[in-house]
């Protein structure tokens, strides 16, 4: 699954994959409070998207800082964020094509093959 960035106040920044690297809380490298988990990503921008720099370089290294500044988000739309499945172009989520991924990766698991001899 993949997440659509539009005004940031559905997605956590700190727990929900909205980068490519991975949740940003296996990247931070302070101690992140409870509540901070919790956090929407427009949290950490003022209300024209700008990122607040000097919090995010506090807590997370300089190539995701960098990465997240190149996310462009506008805290003002209303536009909601979005999640959509990266498997499929359109990124609507079909049981297909779940099942064709499950089903291939199954094929060349060794216990696979024992379950069926």
């Given amino acids: 699954m993949g997440m659509n960035v539009n005004n940031g106040h559905s997605t956590r920044f700190w727990v929900d994959n ?11 490298t302070r101690e992140l409070f409870e509540v901070e988990a919790e956090l ?10 700008n990122w607040d720099i000097e919090v995010l370089s506090q807590a997370l290294p300089y190539d995701i800082v960098l990465m997240i500044m190149a996310v462009a988000i506008d805290p ?9 499945w990266k498997l499929k172009s ?6 297909k094509t779940a099942y064709d991924v499950q089903s291939t990766q199954s094929l060349f698991k060794s216990s696979y093959w024992k379950q069926i001899w």
């Fill in 18 to 28: 909205w980068l490519s690297c991975a949740p940003l809380i296996k990247q931070v």
């Fill in 40 to 49: 929407p990503i427009a949290s950490y921008c003022n209300e024209f998207g």
């Fill in 76 to 84: 003002t739309t209303k536009e909601r964020d979005a999640v959509f």
């Fill in 90 to 95: 359109t990124g609507e989520f079909l049981v």
